[in-house]
Structures are given as structure tokens and as C-alpha cells.
């Protein structure tokens, strides 16, 4: 399948205003293991629907080593989770019980409410193993906001995959290029894992308000300036804009969509259209009553939880 057939050299974008924001992510520590953090950032807390990018690993674990991201709540967003290399084992709330290995989707609505675990398993410790993936978050729209909660997994083969020259890209969520991936999404948007070879073209998909490229290998080339591993690039919306990948090729995560309808608070793990929605959560999880209240514990991982912490609620 191809996006752009008609794409040559003379399409690439060189007006420099194009490029709204570069952001370079910040290191978080999230239990002895370090992500990288994109979104939100200072001067851009969202691109399109999307309020949360972490970027986790490459990293290396020795035998026994792994991620342990004991059960905690969301509510107001959706939860993407995609890997490159590694495994996680998912269990949330709703009893969903899933490994995702790479090239596969997890995407979980959290709606009123959810809780999830995220561990590596004891098939993966028992040697020495690799982590590199990506977890976003996508803001809800206010009607559906308080939708139930809901998961869905899809593998490899289940997602568009499109090949144009040297460039590929499998369609994690949303429509793009003609295209669209299975999980049920609120809203309009996308996400992509793009693979170039070196020097080839790569045109971010026309239709969508905001665009954002992640470099996660490599580097690229737009509007005449070359942007990095690490980097994020965010477009200025209604322009065609087109990447050229540098001389090693380059791995990138686009993404982007429409812009909400009004502001998002996010405090830890919650993400709503008010104050007064995030409060309520706040007391719901503190209150911690497992079998009759808002949040429940994944069952198989109901054990341990983390607690709510203790920091005030931004002003957004």
C-alpha cells in the first residue's frame, strides 16, 4: 500500500516556520527504571489528543532484573502501549490478562475509572532481556470522559502496515494515509511506528491539527535543519510537511490529531476537564474500598497497590 505515490525530492518542506516546537524529553525514575519524557513538556502539554509520551529504555536487565509497576488507577484517558523489544504482562481491573510483545497494541480506555499492572514476568527474568517501547496517553473527549472502561489487544498482523521506497510504517491507532487501525478510538487522531531507510522520504499524514514526529533511532531532516535520537518535532498545523531520513535511516513515532474542545488537567495518573473530576478520583483511590467503590484491583496482581501521593493538584 502506498501513501503518497506521487512524492518526490521537490515536495520536501523547507519553510523553517513550519517546525512549531522542538522538545527534548526529561528523565523520570518510575522504581529504579528511567523513561524519557516528551509530553507533557514545557510550552507543549499536548499534541492533538495526546497528553503523555514516555519513551522506556533501550535498556538492558540482567537475569533476575525487570519493570514492577504495581496496580494504580486512571481515569479520562486512553493508554497505548507499544514495544520495540522486550515483553510486558498487562492485568487491569476489568480481568484482562495479556503479554504484549513487539509490533502488538494494548490500548485501554479508562473512562470512569480503571486500574492496571505492568510487570515483567518470571519467564523474562530468568535470563538477561531487553526493554524498548513506547507508552502514550490520549485525553478523552468530554463525552466520554465517564465511559466504562475497556481493553483490546491487537497483534502485528492485525495493523496496517504501509511501504513506500525506503520508508514503512505500521499504523498503531487512529487513520492515516487511507488507512485505519482496529482499536476502537473516541476522536479523531493517530500514531505510527515509521521505519526509513537512509535518505528516504516520509510525508506526516494532511487531515490531521496537530502532527509530531519522536525520533527514537537515528536522525531526520526537515525544514533544512537534522533532528535526532531523543527528539520530539512538532508541526505547524495545515502545512504538508515531509522528512528525509538522515545517513544511518532513522525510527520514529508520529502522532497527532484534533485538538480538544478545552483544557486537561493531569495529576499522577488521572486526566480530566476539571478540578473537581480529579478530586474525586483522588478520594475514591484513598479510600482504597476495593469491592464496592470506583476502582478495583486487577485480580491475580491485588496484593499490592501504589498509594496516592502526596502533592497538590495543579492549576492546569
Known sequence: MSWNPGLTPGDLTLDPDAL?????????DIGGFEVRRALPAPGRRMVGPFVFFDQVGP???????????????????GTVTYLLKGHFHHRDSLGSDQMIVPGEVNWMVAG???????RTNTA????????????TWVALPESHEDTAPAFEHHGQ????????????????????????????VHGDLFQADVMLQP????????????????VLQGSVEVAGETFG???????????KITLRAGAQGARLIALGGDTLGGPRYLWWNFVASSRERIEAA?????RGDWDTGRFRLPPGDDAEFIPLPDKQLPRG
Open 20 to 28: 512549531e516546537t522542538v522538545i527534548v524529553p526529561r528523565a523520570r
Open 124 to 135: 523474562m527474568r530468568s535470563a538477561p532481556h531487553a526493554l524498548f517501547g513506547v507508552q
Open 282 to 286: 483522588k478520594e475514591a483511590w484513598a
Open 59 to 77: 535498556a538492558e536487565f540482567i537475569t533476575g532484573q525487570g519493570i514492577d509497576v504495581r496496580p494504580h488507577p486512571h481515569i479520562g484517558l
Open 199 to 214: 535518505g528516504a522520504l516520509f510525508p506526516l499524514p494532511d487531515g490531521h491539527e496537530d502532527r509530531g514526529v519522536h
Open 157 to 184: 498482523e492485525a495493523l496496517p502496515f504501509l511501504e513506500d521506497g525506503g520508508a514503512s510504517a505500521r499504523l498503531i491507532l487512529g487513520h492515516a494515509w487511507g488507512a485505519r487501525a482496529p482499536a476502537a
Open 229 to 239: 535520537t531523543g527528539q520530539m518535532m512538532v508541526f505547524r498545523p495545515g502545512d
Open 112 to 118: 470512569h475509572g480503571v486500574t492496571h499492572s505492568e
